[in-house]
């Protein structure tokens, strides 16, 4: 896929760069302790300096959308927009795609992980999957796992 360069200011550098050494970089403030996003000068909350930090690339998909309109002729339809929900801070989130899925697989509150694509100077934040990719094998997991814990009951064993 072909992506169309985002603008990259001084502020937002860091955020759309850190791909490049495959660190997803969110903006930290020490004075309330707190992950801020989109990039800004200052601290939403509380007016503090903010200084790039790197997170774990881990998540959730709070909410999503499939596309099948073709916006770029390079990027084939249908893909999936989600936004995602970082699990450093409730709240934290911002607008991606979900990549190497099928779209109708995607769900909400399913674990996805980063990843990064180039376009221009930048390397765009997108995500994968993480563990079980479909709610039938994440029900499977769980049900297995209760067979275990039942038998374990029925038989004493711990």
Known sequence: MQRIPPPVTGVSRPFWTGGAQRQLLILWCGTCERWAHPPRET??????????????????VFTFTINHHA?????P???VIAIVE???QHGLRFTTNIVDCDPEAVWIGMPVQVDFEP???????VFRPAGPS???EIVGTAERSIGVLGQAAITGAA
């Open 71 to 75: 916006f770029n002729p390079a990027v």
């Open 43 to 60: 601290c939403p909350g509380c007016g503090g300096a903010l200084t790039p930090q790197a997170v774990s690339g881990r998540g959730t």
């Open 77 to 79: 339809v249908p893909y």
């Open 86 to 88: 970082l699990e450093e």
């Open 119 to 125: 376009a221009g100077e930048a390397w765009v934040p």
């Open 134 to 136: 479909t709610l039938s």
